[in-house]
């Protein structure tokens, strides 16, 4: 904060020093100094509906007196001071007997319509959630119907302004059901204050607007915007309207009624943004509800549907609690020693190349590192890799062009680019919170939004310009955009040739790019591409998320090649709010790379050859790595299908080994001889294995994930799961290459582990665990005695967590790659190839199916059902087709047919429209039912067994009615 920006002013007393821009009440906020409030929320616009933050400013005014005109301090009616703007040497006072005598009455008016009392009464603090007690109309007595009691805001407040047991006005009972048939969520609008945070928190900050306000019997309330339940109203069950509301009237459906005992912040295990989350923890070693920080870098208060609501499997009854050893066919109970010595003794029998291992998408960068080094050192092959990295393309090829293999910019830089454009990315469900930034900025009218995508997903309701290209054909979309920038002048010919190298190369390579021969290919037609590259190339800063989906393996580094062409032929590198995105889909695929966890890179992206790099592992290790790079994950799978990888230790179960992502990956587990699981569940995978070892989950270990924006995070223990004998990774690694007699695994923490990760790979030569907690943030906040929402109740000490590279411990980390230049001194503009057509469609299955999932289709009418108490859609879906296809299938408009792929079927109504390309058939349905789906799961960690929006060969027929 520059001096021009500061002011000085005075609240009770005490000099404060705040921002010019800033309300009163924010500034009493920075300064220590409490102001009672309720609608108030740090992150959303003022809106003075409590009007519970009053304040008196005291001004000097000229008076008469005695026949003389003197000048006297007085004080202005009072205000609300989450409305009220500062300036320099306002005096404000907080606590006058006028403000406080407004605050009562504000209380009592309050009070009267919250009918269940639960403020004042002094036996609040023994009674539990099932105790009766006496309330009589007068007196505002214990609630024993709000879940939210022990962390009511408003409770609290009451207590604050020291409100009296007899109340002088009569209650308004509002008699309405309580709402608890949608996921997730239970809803009590008889609590309800109408205090407006969630409504704004919805809309201001996750751009969604699927609560309002509404009219009932009179009386505003909140409801949802659209139809009577929030599978039609386009939620995204983020949960952030639960973390804003001050009283019981939304809250958690799991665990609604428990108290924590404590609170413990951690990093979120189900995706790679990065969320810190504060989780509750009850006395019996639960976790009972995650919170998520406001303070936090790479999430800033928000979380998503997985993140608040997917982390009951931590607390699954069907965890595994002991090793099991496979005995006559089956799996049996036994002992760590007896497995482990089991395990040691089989491993030597497949040292080279006949073992593989595979971490998990969740495995800590100490798990991934040790993994790579027990499969290097110990069973002597280069074959390990992550689970998740299906697209190894999406960051390596960066390398190539920019220097680095990771994204170049901080996910929040988001919020103030002039032009984003998402490639081939559903960010909404699988990496939620960078889109919060992206709708904030198109919703402000700040930012323009392009998406390139062959399905129907959220951001392209959003989005100013979509193109909707075949599939297998988003390269040639890029090359078409990135020739006529170039031929259109349109590009940064200073950054060019200050920065870049090799444009001929590329412009020669562009020459099939014509946008004819591309809108021939892709179906877009041609002026759609010439607007999109107008747009990016003048509507700067522009960022570039993707993150490639359906985009076969082979073409993945071509269409990065073009994508980063595109980011520095316009200058979109090296500053504030441009770049690219890699959108990784496992949470630590991007530490798992960075720690040498893939099959060709050693730690830090060394390479195999005789490089100083390699020489440098060697010392620390006391041996070199093979030479040979080994298989990856895909290419593993294959060769224990065809019988030359005969043994793989596995770090997890994934979603990836059926989903098609990775192709049969059971079937292929099934042809080992020996396979060992490390997990928390008994799945698909362990139920084929040898030894099945019990894993502890991220909320049992210490240790690090690196975010996709380069972001190195501490994970904290936070439980200790009790009659469980689960182990983190890193102790099984080590303890595993302790009986196998191999040197080098002797660690005591994971911090030991990261120091040696800070010693072989020198993006990370800064960093340790020590300094990660040692550079906390305290954060600015009133006393935590007094009346605050939750979210800033939890806010004390936040990590910020330290950005590579980071080579020096005592050198700051990089936020930003590129400010200065370039490894290589210039990028290198790589040139294109054209890729050749590939056959996606079978004489099986001669169609492509282009599934979508959106939160709501306004024109489309949805009807909700109640099955077995919950909500679920019901709607005929539609399927879009070509009038070619329509033709050649005998179908008109409406007819009921059937569409089938590999293993599975769904019934759809033909819809035919000239929209749709030939060859392809397309379905779009609404996150709801998805939502639905999981609330339901009998799957004790369903958030992870999320397939995503798989394009895939179909076949449709007709159904006769």
């Known amino acids: 904060m520059t001096s021009e920006e500061q002011i000085n002013i005075v609240i009770d007393d005490k000099r404060v020093q705040t921002r010019s821009g800033a309300v009163a ?30 304040v008196q400013e005291e001004v000097e005014v000229e008076v008469e007196q005695d026949g003389e005109t003197v000048r006297q301090r007085q004080l202005r009616p009072a205000t609300a001071s989450c409305t009220l703007p500062v300036r320099e040497g306002m005096v404000l006072r907080t606590a006058t007997d006028n403000v406080r005598e407004l605050q009562h009455g504000v209380m009592e008016m309050l009070i009267s319509e919250h009918p269940h009392g639960c403020l004042t009464c002094h036996r609040v603090d023994l009674c539990g959630p099932t105790d009766i007690c006496q309330r009589h109309v007068s007196v ?78 009179g009386r505003s309330l909140v409801g949802t915007s659209r139809g009577t339940s929030l599978l039609q109203s386009g939620c995204e069950f983020c949960g952030a309207c639960i973390d804003v509301c001050p009283v019981g009237a939304l809250v958690e459906r799991e665990h609604k009624w428990d108290k924590a005992v404590r609170v413990e912040r951690t990093v979120c295990s189900q995706c790679p943004v990065g969320c810190q989350l504060n989780l509750e923890v009850n006395k019996r070693e639960k976790v009972i509800r995650a919170v998520p920080e406001i303070q936090a870098p790479a999430n800033h208060g928000q979380a998503c549907f997985r993140g ?29 020693d ?17 073992f593989a291992a595979v971490a998990s998408a969740r495995s800590t960068n100490e798990a991934a590192y040790l993994l790579q080094k027990f ?53 909404t469900e699988e990496q939620n919170v960078v889109a919060v930034p992206v709708k904030k900025a198109v919703r402000a009218g700040t930012a323009k939004l392009i998406v390139i995508d062959a399905r129907e997903v959220e951001l392209t309701h959003y989005a100013h310009i979509w193109l909707r290209p075949r599939p297998d054909t988003t390269l040639h979309l890029l090359g078409g955009m990135l020739r006529y920038i170039l031929d259109e002048a349109l590009a940064e010919p200073g950054f060019i040739e200050e920065r870049c190298e090799g444009l001929d190369e590329l412009r020669t390579s562009l020459e099939v790019f014509d946008l004819d021969a591309v809108s021939r290919i892709t179906g877009v037609e041609a002026e759609r591409v010439r607007e999109a590259a107008t747009m990016f190339a003048t509507t700067g800063p522009a960022s570039i998320l993707y993150a490639l989906d359906n985009v076969p393996q082979e073409q993945q580094p071509m269409n990065v090649y073009a994508m980063t062409n595109l980011a520095l032929v316009t200058g979109n590198v090296g500053r504030p709010s441009t770049g690219l995105y890699a959108l990784h889909r496992g949470t630590n695929q991007q530490g798992a790379l960075d720690v040498g966890c893939v099959p060709d890179l050693l730690p830090g992206y060394q390479q195999m050859d005789e490089s100083p790099g390699q020489h440098a592992i060697q010392a620390v290790w006391g041996q070199r790595a093979p030479r040979t790079p080994g298989l990856g994950i895909r290419d593993a799978l294959t060769a224990a299908q065809e019988g030359t990888i005969k043994s793989m230790l596995l770090l997890g179960d994934s979603i990836d080994y059926s989903s098609g992502e990775l192709g049969d990956g059971y079937a292929a587990l099934q042809k080992l001889e020996f396979l060992v699981v490390h997990d928390a569940f008994l799945g698909a995978a362990a139920q084929l294995a040898d030894v099945v070892l019990p894993a502890a989950t991220f909320a049992e270990e210490d240790g690090t994930y690196t975010n996709l924006e380069r972001r190195v995070q501490l994970l904290k223990r936070v439980i200790t799961a009790r009659n469980s004998e689960a182990k983190p990774a890193w102790w099984l690694l080590s303890s595993l290459a302790h009986l196998m007699n191999a040197p080098g695994f002797e660690y005591s923490s994971p911090a030991e582990v990261f120091d040696e990760i800070a010693q072989v790979t020198p993006i990370y030569a800064g960093i340790s665990h020590g300094r990660l907690v040692r550079e906390a ?16 109740l939890y806010s004390d000490r936040v990590s910020q967590g330290i950005q590579w590279p980071c080579p020096d411990a005592d050198g700051p980390a990089t936020p930003m790659l590129y400010e200065s230049g370039f490894p290589d001194d210039k990028a290198n503009l790589m040139p294109l190839e054209a890729p050749a057509a590939t056959q996606l469609t079978t004489d099986e299955n001669p169609l492509l199916f282009v599934p979508g999932r959106v939160l709501a289709q306004w024109d489309r009418e949805v009807e909700v059902i109640r099955t077995d108490g919950m909500n679920h859609i019901q709607r005929e879906e539609l399927l879009e087709l070509h009038p070619q296809d329509a033709a050649a299938l005998d179908l008109s408009q409406g007819d009921a047919v059937e569409v089938s792929g590999k293993g599975w079927h769904v019934s759809a109504a033909a819809y035919i429209t000239e929209a749709a390309h030939p060859g392809v058939v397309s379905m779009t349905t609404l996150f709801g039912e998805l939502a639905a789906r999981l609330e339901t799961s009998e799957d004790p960690d369903p958030m992870s067994k999320i397939s995503g929006l798989r394009v895939c060969p179909v076949r449709v027929k007709k159904i006769a009615l």
């Open 25 to 54: 009440l924010e500034a009493a906020i920075e300064a220590g100094i409490y102001v009672p409030y309720l609608c108030y929320h740090p992150g959303m616009k003022p809106f003075a509906a409590c009007r519970l933050c009053l």
């Open 338 to 354: 007896e497995a482990l010595g089991y395990i040691a003794e089989r491993l030597r029998e497949y040292k080279g190349e006949q």
């Open 777 to 792: 943030v305290v954060t600015l906040r009133p006393d935590p005695g007094n009346p605050q929402p939750t979210q800033m």
């Open 375 to 427: 499969t290097r050192t110990v069973m002597e092959t280069n074959s390990v890799d992550m689970d998740s990295n299906g697209r190894p393309g999406l960051t390596r090829a960066l390398s190539d062009t920019l220097g680095y293999a990771a994204s170049t910019n901080s996910i929040w830089e988001l919020e103030k680019a002039g032009c984003v454009l998402v490639v081939d990315a559903n960010v």
């Open 140 to 217: 505002n007595d214990r609630c024993v119907t709000c879940p939210k009691n022990e962390r009511c805001e408003l409770k609290e407040s009451v207590r604050f302004l020291g409100m009296d047991l007899n109340s002088p006005l009569s209650y308004k009972t509002r008699g309405l059901d309580l709402e608890v048939a949608d996921p997730f969520y239970d809803l009590d609008y008889n609590l309800c204050i109408v205090c407006g945070r969630c409504v704004r928190v919805c809309d201001e900050v996750r751009g969604d607007s699927a609560i309002t306000f509404v009219e009932r019997a």
């Open 308 to 336: 608040k609501f997917g982390m009951e499997y931590v607390n699954h009854r069907d965890r595994l609690k002991r090793p099991l050893i496979r005995r006559d066919g089956e799996l049996q109970e036994t002992t760590w």
